[in-house]
């Protein structure tokens, strides 16, 4: 049996660019989100043209340098590891600019992309700016990075990652973002990218619609990514092996209403109560 579709791997070996994964709109079949990973050696750059997207580059683990046409943020980073539970460094680039990053560690750059507008100028998002939150309860308990939420200025783009611990269910109870139907439901395209520890591991996502036109349950690997085009997609770690992924999100509107599932709200008014 063939892979999900839903599932786009990370090369064992990068490009001679470092890339070692990428979904575009034409290779998800969706409009906004645009995702990319990046495996650099020490010294070596990365140049590209931002063109008609913003961008949002997260540095998942390392150091770096980054240039964009009218800003440059020397020695960045902090974390080598995502599992360090400390928030990234992240750089927001407009549309209509470009940007250069050299690594000065091996380094893992995420790449995220969305239309964009130009409307708001290049910044650093430092780890002192990004808010951290505890979601859930019990054994549904997360940590959240808000990289780039809606109360901060963006053209489409919205970037959050999570830690979640071995044991433990995520993007839980499950939610969906999947209609054009505000103020109670936002259209958000989304993509998952996945890191476990330790690496061997796996975690579990499912992605499911109300009428289960779309039914998948997904073992997912070290560096994958899940495509979430519709309906509601809870993760779980199995015991052993914490997880972590970086969320990113875009629609026609950039706001996150989501439902949801029915059978599942009294988990949720459980913990609300």
């Known amino acids: 049996m063939s892979n999900s579709e839903l599932i786009v791997s990370s090369a064992a070996v990068p490009e001679e660019d470092g890339r070692v994964l990428s979904i575009t ?12 990973v990046y495996r650099l050696e020490t010294g070596q750059r990365l140049q590209q043209e931002t063109g008609e997207e913003e961008v949002c580059l997260v540095l998942i683990g390392g150091k770096a340098s980054i240039a964009t046409t009218d800003q440059k943020w020397d020695h960045i980073g902090e974390r080598m ?23 000065h560690t091996s ?5 995220c992309r969305a239309p964009g507008k130009g409307t708001y100028e290049a910044r650093l998002i430092a780890p002192s700016q990004i ?28 970037v959050v990652e999570v830690l979640t611990p071995n044991g433990h269910w995520s993007s839980y109870p499950p939610h969906k973002h999947d209609e054009e139907r505000l103020p109670e439901q936002s259209y958000l395209e989304e993509t998952y990218y996945h890191k476990i520890q330790p690496e061997h591991g796996f975690a ?7 009428d289960r036109s779309l039914n998948e349950t997904l073992a997912v690997s070290n560096g994958d990514a899940v495509l979430v085009p519709r309906g509601y997609h809870p993760v779980s ?11 990113v999100m875009a629609g026609p509107v950039r706001t996150w209403k989501f439902k949801n599932d029915p059978d599942h709200e009294w988990i949720f008014k459980e913990w609300t109560k």
């Open 25 to 36: 709109p034409h290779s998800a079949g969706w409009k906004f989100v645009g995702f990319e």
């Open 131 to 158: 808010e951290v939150e505890i979601r859930g309860k019990g054994n549904a308990e997360r940590r959240i990075h808000q990289i780039l939420p809606e109360n901060e200025p963006a053209d489409s783009l919205l």
């Open 237 to 247: 770690a199995p015991p052993g092996y914490d997880l972590y992924y970086l969320n």
């Open 204 to 210: 579990i996502q499912r992605v499911y619609t109300d």
């Open 107 to 111: 380094l893992e750059l995420a790449v």
């Open 81 to 103: 590891s995502v599992f360090e539970q400390i928030p990234p460094y992240a750089v927001y680039i407009p549309s209509g600019d470009r940007y250069e990053v050299e690594a």
